[in-house]
């Protein structure tokens, strides 16, 4: 027996990776439906060797169906993520608009599972910035091992994690460098992203950090453990998929480099490439398209006591997006709804 099971914003890159996942991993399915604004009802999209028609999330009835993965934003989330939970149909939200409220569990299967009991109070369960979500899947089995007291981050964010318009802005862009008479400006980001990086990702705050850099902080302690202090360093990049990190670890224990490759051999979702030769590390190009969190360049940071660096890459839309809701459907399978 499966489930019942709704995506919401199906025709979206993330919506449409829900869809893949779901298939690829063999989700137990009974019957699915693929929901978007009114605009696009009627659009067909695939899942598996089915294709679907998107109905109108504006008059779709939750009632009866057992969970809803939502890729819609933060404004259209505030409508219909109470109105399917009312209904009894837990929601997994891709969006921002949950993860920061103490009655909402954040969850990376890898990492914090006991806290999905948590969905109950509300039956909304949170979906971590993409960033933030493969960063502490490499953390966790260091900070068991070592206790974190401190990590920096600098990131190298693929435009796609700015949606279609983000990956369409760059390839525009890039086309029109070698075509002069077409000239691109900014719309989506802040400045040509084509041939150049850009510091800054989401809306300044007062002190200084962008809003997604906060999120990063905020969210790691939620996930990881509140004591950590992290400071991070947002850029977009012009790649197009596939998110990368520079991670500096100060530890409370001294952890060798050979037994920090060792554990995250080990640890689930996480896969090393760290060969100390040219070429010996895995790039956003290579991530595509894959399951795991990728580690390589670790190495010991001698300017601190106690410190590790390691290079982090993964796939935007699938670990920092569409993977880990599906994960999370898993999980809330396995221990909570036990259909499958």
């Known amino acids: 027996m499966g489930y019942r099971v709704v995506v919401a914003g199906a025709t979206g890159n993330v919506g ?11 989700f137990p399915v009974d019957e699915i439906a693929v929901l978007a604004s009114r605009r696009s ?6 899942f ?101 007291r401190r990590v920096v981050v600098s990131t190298y964010q693929s435009v796609s994690g700015a949606g279609k318009e983000g990956m369409d802005e760059l390839w525009d862009q890039t086309k029109s460098i070698y075509n002069p008479t077409s000239e691109v ?4 980001f802040q400045k040509q992203i084509a041939f150049n990086v ?12 962008t809003k997604e850099e ?36 100060e530890f409370e224990d001294f952890l060798d480099e050979d037994e920090a490759r060792d554990i995250l051999r080990e640890a689930p979702g996480v896969l090393v490439v760290d060969k100390r030769e040219p070429g010996g590390y895995v790039t956003p190009v ?24 390691l290079w982090c890459v993964s796939d935007n839309l699938r670990k920092g997006a569409a993977l880990n809701a599906v994960q999370i459907a898993e999980l809330l399978g396995r221990r909570v709804l036990r259909k499958g």
């Open 16 to 26: 449409r990776e829900m869809l893949n996942i779901l298939a690829e991993r063999e």
């Open 41 to 46: 009802q009627g659009t067909e999209v695939s």
């Open 48 to 148: 598996a060797d089915r294709t679907l028609k998107c109905r109108d999330i504006e008059t779709f009835d939750f009632e009866g169906w057992d969970m809803a993965l939502f890729a819609i934003g933060s404004e259209a989330t505030k409508t219909y993520a109470p109105r399917a939970a009312r209904a009894g149909c837990v929601v997994i939200d891709n969006s921002s608009l949950y993860r920061y409220d103490p009655a909402v569990p954040l969850i990376v299967p890898e990492v914090n599972p006991d806290a999905i009991e948590g969905f109950r109070e509300k039956m909304i369960i949170a979906n971590p910035n993409c960033s933030t979500a493969q960063m502490v899947v490499a953390l966790k089995p260091l900070h068991d091992r070592a206790r974190i």
């Open 185 to 188: 400006p900014p719309k989506k």
């Open 198 to 209: 850009i510091p800054q990702i989401d809306v300044f705050m007062e002190d200084g950090t």
């Open 214 to 249: 906060w999120k990063m902080v905020v969210e790691t302690k939620k996930i990881l453990d509140p004591s950590i202090k992290v400071t991070a360093t947002c850029v977009r990049v012009p790649v197009f998929v596939g998110h990368s990190e520079a991670i500096n670890i």
């Open 286 to 309: 290579e991530c595509v398209g894959d399951y795991a969190t990728y580690v390589s360049r670790i190495r010991q940071d001698g300017t601190i006591e106690n410190g590790l660096n």
